[in-house]
């Protein structure tokens, strides 16, 4: 085929995945020239990337909050340190990711027949619970205080978050285009409507919430050994759950890229931020979650959809006027 | 061929009736309206047939099949589909694919893509949508909203169709035009059963008539019959005496 | 150990101030439908506040209760007017208002509590009052625990006649029930909503000081209050008062069970499950009237 017809036909798809496949090339190279520092920055980016993605996946969609997000990135965690012993790390991830689907499935079968703030409560308090449990059972059981987890080296890791990260977007990618990308927004505009025009409502709900608890056990089987040692403190940290939103929020969670953009910005604001000021931060990081939610609603994403209408219509105003003056 | 029936349909509240012990049948081809003050029950009914309610006593057949217990989204498969009073359009997508969603997931089986997206061209053609098929649906005027919604339920090729006050918040040309419409799905071969405050559309189109009040059924003739029914007038000047005439 | 007259007595008088906290968050929620997840924080900074004036002023804590209340009433009032009915005016549905105001009251909680981190510090301060034990009937209970349970009740009556028996009250039922049709007569709802959800802080800043009085108070108390005030809410069901306080004994003698006779680290575990069961067996508790 002629170059230059490939690539007037294919010009979106090459406007766009060009640069991607770029991005892609120098990420996965980081590790052989970047310092420590880039590579643990970029993993933990990546980590808030796939956690981001996966809320807004279900959330974004269905409108469904949900405030589980830790509670199954917790369970990944502890995942990893159960059997870290006995598996090698590629199937660890695998096995997190499955123990995952599996509680989320459990848990959005007995809870997602039922609308609204009562989901993101229960969300809430699930995550709340598995900690205190979790807390408990390993000082009964373990006789411990906390898992160590045997360190993996950095290079790694990110390689490990990079590859989830890739199978994490394209999984959203192509789920938003499918039939279950169109049933889950159609539940995000009209639950009724939805369930009247056909779709399962439930069955809809529990298992887009169930794919997306995959990718976020994953990330935490991975985050594990990066951080050496864990306790249920900070594996079911609500913080992991928050963090996702105020990113998708930030970004917009009407495209396909806000999440991404908002976790790239909140995460490396995050680890360059916390380290040196800690309380501050968290003062901080409240503040900043009440400004976007209060100000920027629909995100970054939703102002540029605004800027794009803006021209669009300041563009048809000046082919109106030039077919007035002819 | 009697294709949607009710017998001692009841609905309860709490302690209130909201429909009480309802019979009432459809049958093929047939245009049939149903009529009565607000709060008698009409909504309701149709609820109990959409499967959005569950029956407290009684039972729905469609096709002679029983209807208890089934969800929404199996009743729209099984060939019922509607409308509703405060219309429920996908307010986050464009016209085009509202009417997808429908088409998608309207029938029994999986629908391949192209066939759907022809579905959807022949519906939005039919109900006058075709040049607006990208338009936001939240941009859109009420009457096409409106439109949007029936081409949606269209796309679930249904055999029944509950018009939920179609014709509430048109202007008279609009109200001409529904009425033909309506007119013509009929032709097309679907059964229609519609809710209407709007009476020059009830009188018009209707074939059959049932009157509510109260949630009992308390008239049921033909437009002719149901105009002069005493009771049902005692009820509507009843209603405008009270609403000031 | 105890017998178990003494557990339960013990129980109810906890209850008492379970029943303040939720009545807090039962007339923000069930009036201004925001769900407070932040609650807990006014109760922390009443505690707080209280055992600085104490210990530092020497001002009796029943006084310093009567002064903070009016303070985080104003709080409370300030936030409602200006955060949350800036996101009720931008909200396309009230479903989405409800949800972003939940996500502004996290915020808000991070805010609050990490302001009383930098204040306090982490560490449990203690500010006892009226510490002396009193016993009867063979059981014994310190004198400020009696107190407080009276204190509750008391404050307990007074909302419920304000609510049913004075005109503003009824004003607020009916905003609760129809905010539309209660706008339409009338009622300033913008103050309305205001006025309850100041109400509801001064109502968590007076549990915060009763409490500074019986126990050691810290920073991160908050958490757990809003999470106790969830838990009653939903059991009493929203926009009952009496339900709220026989709820909140029912959880107190619960807590008192399972601390006396299991164990005490069971006790929060134990709230968050009965929290995760009682929202799948009543919803409606907490959603009210739907």
């Given at each position: 085929m002629d170059i230059t017809r490939f690539i007037s036909t294919h010009r979106k798809l090459l406007l766009v995945g060009l640069p991607l496949l770029i991005i892609l090339v120098f990420l996965t190279t980081i590790p052989l020239y970047g310092g420590v520092y880039w590579i643990r920055l970029l993993t933990v980016i990546l980590m808030y990337v796939v956690l981001a993605a996966s809320w807004a996946m279900f959330s974004g969609s269905t409108g469904y909050m949900s405030l589980a997000p830790a509670a199954f990135f917790g369970t990944g965690m502890y995942t990893m340190a159960l059997l870290q012993d006995y598996l090698p790390f590629p199937v660890i991830i695998v096995v997190g990711g499955l123990v995952s689907f599996i509680l989320a499935l459990l848990v959005g079968l007995i809870t997602l027949r039922l609308r609204g703030m009562y989901f993101a409560i229960f969300t809430f308090g699930l995550v709340v619970f598995m900690s205190e449990v979790t807390s408990y059972a390993e000082g009964v059981i373990l006789k411990s205080r906390g898992q160590h987890i045997i360190p993996i080296d950095n290079a790694t890791i990110f390689y490990a978050m990079l590859i989830i990260t890739v199978v994490t977007l394209l999984a959203i990618y192509f789920i938003r285009r499918s039939r279950l990308g169109l049933s889950m927004l159609s539940i995000g505009g009209n639950e009724d409507a939805a369930e009247h025009m056909g779709i399962d409502t439930t069955r809809t709900k529990v298992l887009t919430f169930a794919i997306s608890a995959i990718f976020m056990g994953a990330a935490g089987v991975i985050t594990a050994p990066r951080l050496i040692y864990i306790n249920a403190d900070i594996a079911f940290s609500l913080t992991y759950s928050f963090m996702p939103i105020l990113m998708s929020i930030f970004g917009g969670m009407g495209q396909f890229y806000g999440p991404i953009v908002g976790a790239i910005v909140f995460g490396y604001l995050e680890k360059t931020l916390r380290a040196q000021f800690s309380t501050y931060f968290m003062l901080g990081f409240g503040i900043i979650m009440v400004m976007v939610i209060l100000f920027?609603?629909?995100g970054i994403a939703g102002l540029v959809s605004m800027l794009q209408d803006k021209i669009a219509k300041l563009r048809k105003g000046d082919e109106a006027e030039q077919h007035a003056n002819t | 061929m009697r294709i949607l029936e009710g017998q001692g349909v009841t609905k309860y509240f709490g302690g209130l009736?909201?429909?009480?012990n309802v019979d009432f049948h459809i049958d093929q081809g047939e245009i049939v309206g149903m009529i009565g003050p607000n709060g008698a029950g009409k909504t309701t009914l149709f609820n109990l047939i959409s499967g959005a309610l569950p029956l407290s006593s009684g039972e729905i057949r469609f096709k002679g099949q029983?209807?208890?217990?089934?969800?929404p989204h199996q009743i729209c498969k099984v060939g019922i589909a509607r409308t509703f009073q405060e219309t429920k359009i996908f307010g986050n997508m464009p016209v085009f694919q509202n009417v997808l969603v429908g088409a998608f997931f309207g029938s029994p089986n999986r629908v391949p893509g192209e066939d759907a997206a022809r579905e959807v061209s022949q519906a939005l053609e039919f109900v006058g949508l075709a040049a607006m098929s990208a338009t936001p649906v939240k941009d859109l005027t009420l009457v096409n909203q409106k439109r949007v919604e029936v081409a949606r339920a269209l796309a679930t090729k249904p055999e029944l169709l509950l018009l939920d006050e179609l014709m509430a918040g048109l202007n008279p040309t609009e109200i001409s035009e529904a009425m033909e419409m309506v007119t013509k799905l009929r032709d097309k071969g679907i059964t229609i059963f519609m809710v209407e405050h709007v009476m020059k559309a009830i009188m018009g189109i209707c074939e059959r008539i049932m009157a509510l009040h109260h949630g009992e059924k308390i008239a049921e003739g033909t437009s002719q019959e149901i105009a002069c029914n005493k009771t049902v007038i005692d009820v509507y000047l009843g209603e405008e005496a009270h609403a000031g005439g | 150990m105890s017998g178990l007259p003494q557990i339960i007595v013990s129980g109810i008088l906890t209850g008492g101030i379970y029943g303040l906290l939720a009545m807090g968050l039962s007339l923000q929620y069930g009036?201004?439908?925001?769900?407070?997840?932040?609650h807990g924080e006014f109760v922390m900074l009443g505690a707080l506040l209280t055992y600085t004036l104490y210990t530092g002023w020497g001002i009796n804590p029943l006084v310093v209760a009567a002064i903070i209340g009016p303070l985080l009433f104003g709080l409370g009032f300030l936030l409602q007017i200006t955060l949350f009915r800036g996101l009720k005016a931008r909200a396309p549905v009230p479903a989405a208002f409800e949800g972003n105001a939940l996500l502004a009251a996290f915020g808000v909680l991070y805010i609050i509590s990490y302001i009383g981190l930098i204040r306090w510090g982490g560490v449990p301060r203690t500010a006892y009052y009226l510490n002396y034990v009193v016993e009867f009937a063979g059981m014994s209970f310190r004198l400020n625990r009696i107190v407080a349970f009276a204190v509750s009740i008391a404050i307990g009556v007074a909302i419920y006649l304000f609510l049913t028996r004075s005109r503003l009250g009824r004003a607020i039922r009916a905003t609760a029930e129809d905010p539309a049709t209660a706008g339409l007569m009338g009622v300033n709802t913008n103050i309305l909503l205001a006025l309850c959800f100041g109400l509801g802080a001064l109502l968590a800043g007076i549990a915060g000081s009763l409490t500074a009085m019986m126990t050691a108070v810290a920073s991160g108390i908050g958490f757990g209050n809003t999470v106790i005030a969830l838990i009653v809410v939903v059991l009493g069901g929203l926009g009952s008062v009496p339900g709220s306080f026989i709820a909140g004994i029912i959880i107190g003698i619960v807590a008192s069970l399972v601390a006396s006779l299991w164990q005490p680290i069971l006790v929060v575990p134990v709230y968050y499950g009965i929290l995760l069961v009682l929202l799948l067996a009543r919803p409606t508790g907490l959603l009210g009237k739907k």
């Open positions: 920027l609603p629909n | 009736a909201a429909v009480s029983k209807l208890n217990g089934l969800k | 009036v201004a439908r925001v769900l407070n997840i932040a």
